[in-house]
């Protein structure tokens, strides 16, 4: 277990390298919400809801409000 979850921080270290010099703690705030909202449907866990843009709008809005 411990390995998976070391493995996926890796991953988000990588991805957040280039990224280290935000002027405005806002802009890292979005940014990882971003990067956590596309990884979260590339892994594939907006596929249990229901097919349709209304269904996939309210699902990226409920990403962006849990990771505020």
């Keep these: 277990m411990n390995n998976r979850i070391e493995a996926d921080h890796a991953a988000l270290k990588q991805l957040l390298r280039p ?4 002027r405005k703690r806002t802009a890292a705030k979005n ?15 907006f596929a249990a809801n229901e097919p349709g843009i209304q269904n996939e709008i309210a699902f990226v809005a409920d990403l962006f409000k849990t990771a505020a």
């Design 31 to 45: 940014t990882l919400k971003g990067i956590e909202t596309h990884r979260a449907i590339k892994k594939g866990h």
């Design 19 to 22: 990224k280290r010099s935000f």
